[in-house]
Structure formats: structure tokens, C-alpha cells
């Protein structure tokens, strides 16, 4: 494995991580390309626990990324401290991460991905103190997806760290306790992501096939 590309995300990243939070790492990899000429294609993940690790073959990740996947996509948006691995290729990954965005991608993925979290919300056992702190949590990344994917959809960046973790937090806790709260929140979303943005209707894919064909050349195995 050829790690291109890796860093801190999760709730560190978003400023929101407390005294217990987990450290959570995302990252990319190169495959050898001869392992795809045969008759098994190569393991595309790799997931740990100990630590939280989780790492994608370069063309799974460009997949993830092309169809707005918000977990995947905040690797190249992170800010630079929270980088660990940083390749020539990493950073060519990063100079053409406009590349990868469309309005119909992001709208589906930050949207479809919020609304996720609000069914958890809405479904929850309000006696239950463990389900409590999870309904926190769901709401937290409710807001926070909603904030991405907007400026997103109105601005063409992807801001990774909160610039009000504070109020993040108070949200969390206020629509745990009362998820209906949301439902405003998630219908002037909607709204926004229905007028036009400044994203493209399709993802610019030329950039993209150009990087990963120079990836799978840098890792041609040399001839014993």
C-alpha cells in the first residue's frame, strides 16, 4: 500500500471533539497497479479501530468524491495542520478538488445525508440516557452537514472547522430533546439547495482520469 494522502478528521477537524472523543484518521492509497490486471481486484478499504483508520484505493476514493460523499470529501478541504501524509500526489489531489463538485451531487449527498440523521433523531427512546447522547450526536452532525453542503452549494468551498462549534454544540442538545425543532432547519436547507448556486451541473471528470492514470503509472511494479 502506497499512502498518498492522509489527515486528522471527525470531530477534531470540526472543532467540536471533547475530553472523550475519538481520533479519527482518513486517508488514500495506491493500490500496485499490476494487482488490477488479474482475476482479483485489491481489497479498496481498509478500516481499523485501534486506531480509527479508515483508508481508500485512490479510484474508490475519486468515486466517493465524484458522488459527493462528505466523509470522503473532507480529506482534501482539512486544514493544513491536520494533514499527516502529504504526497506530490496528495497535493495534486488537493489543487483539483473543485473537480470533483456538481450542484445535483452535493445537494443529494449533504441533504440525503442530514435528513439520515434527523430519522435517527426522530426515532430515538427518549428514556433511554445512551440513546440521549446519540441524538445529540446525530444532531450535531445534522447541523453540521447542512452548513457544509450549503456553503457548498452557494460558495464552491468547503469550510472543515466550525466557525461556531459553540452554537453547533447548543443545537445538538436543544434538537435531541426536541427533534421536531429540525424540521425548519431542514426545510430552509432544502429551499436554498432549490435556488441556483455557483457549482456545475456535472463534475469536471477530465482533471480527475488525468490524476488517477498518473497514479496507477507512478505505481507500476518493477521487474525483478
Known sequence: ???????????????????????????????????????????????????DTTLHEAAKWCRLALNGNPT?????????????????????????RRSFLSERAVRNAYLGYA???????????SSDEPSRRRASKHARHLVRLVRQGLALHETGELGIRLADPAQVR??????????????????????????????????DEAPVESWLRRVRAAHLSTPS
Not at 12 to 22: K, P, Q
Not at 33 to 43: D, I, W
Not at 115 to 125: E, N, V
Open 170 to 203: 447548543e443545537l445538538g442538545e436543544r434538537y435531541a430533546d426536541r427533534p421536531d425543532l429540525a424540521v425548519d432547519l431542514l426545510a430552509d436547507a432544502e429551499s436554498r439547495f432549490s435556488r441556483p448556486g455557483v457549482l456545475p451541473a456535472e463534475p
Open 1 to 51: 500500500m502506497h499512502l498518498l494522502l492522509s489527515g486528522i478528521v471527525g470531530s477534531t477537524a470540526y472543532g467540536l471533539a471533547h475530553a472523550d472523543s475519538d481520533l479519527d484518521r482518513l486517508g488514500l492509497f495506491a493500490a500496485p497497479t499490476e494487482q488490477f490486471h488479474g482475476l482479483h481486484r485489491p481489497v479498496e478499504s481498509h478500516v481499523t479501530t485501534a486506531p
Open 115 to 125: 435528513t439520515q440523521q434527523f430519522r435517527k433523531l426522530s426515532s430515538r427512546d
Open 72 to 96: 470522503a470529501s473532507e480529506l482534501v478541504w482539512l486544514p493544513a495542520e491536520l494533514y499527516e501524509v502529504r504526497t506530490p500526489l496528495g497535493e495534486e489531489l488537493i489543487g483539483i
